[in-house]
């Protein structure tokens, strides 16, 4: 009996085992989502061979499919740009115009981004490497920390400047107020 239930238990953590490693691959979990969004026609292993061979090309180097890929979406992106600015020629609605052409425009701006990405792709921006040159003459370059710690004292003699300055106010304020109720006396008695 207990053997069985061990059996049971082991082969339940060898099976969440491997969904936890199908869910947790990226490759799984696309072709998961390709065969889902084609209402689960398509068959999952073969969707996910062919993303692991396209892998497998761009490791090697190829990258003949992403600049296919990022070409093929430019023009995806350009065609519903204009063809929903087709659609706003029958449009009476302020609202609905307002819709289409927000569509059409983060649909223009999307293949522009695509098409730089491609350009980057295709034809990348050399890294320059700038060297600072100094034209000053007798320039003197001072890298230690002691300005820091002079600051700091200037600090500290500001702030007690400034307690010493609130000690005056408040003893200057007790001797009118002292001096005050001393000429309130005098003029009661008087």
């Given at each position: 009996m207990e053997e069985c239930e061990k059996k049971g238990v082991t082969e339940s953590k060898s099976k969440n085992d491997d969904r936890a490693?199908?869910?947790t691959n990226c490759?799984?979990?696309a072709a998961m989502t390709i065969d889902r969004l084609h209402g689960n026609t398509l068959d999952s292993v073969s969707v996910m061979q062919h993303l692991m061979e396209s892998a497998?090309?761009?490791?090697k180097?190829?990258?003949k499919e992403i600049e296919q890929m990022l070409m093929t979406q430019a023009k995806a992106l350009?065609?519903?740009?204009?063809?929903?600015?087709n659609k706003l020629v029958g449009l009476e609605m302020i609202h609905h115009l307002q819709v289409f052409t927000d569509i059409a425009l983060k649909a223009q701006n999307q293949s522009r981004k695509t098409l730089v990405a491609l350009a980057e792709l295709k034809h990348p921006k050399r890294t320059t490497f700038i060297k600072q040159q100094?034209?000053?003459v007798n320039q003197q370059v001072n890298n230690?920390?002691?300005p820091a710690i002079k600051n700091?004292?200037?600090?500290?003699?500001?702030?007690?400047?400034?307690?010493?300055q609130k000690e005056s106010i408040n003893i200057a304020s007790e001797a009118i107020i002292h001096t005050n109720a001393k000429m309130e006396q005098h003029n009661e008695r008087n």
């Open positions: 490693k199908i869910f490759f799984a979990t497998e090309k761009i490791e180097g190829n990258i350009d065609y519903m740009f204009y063809e929903t600015l100094n034209n000053a230690e920390d002691k700091s004292e200037k600090n500290k003699k500001v702030a007690n400047e400034l307690l010493e």
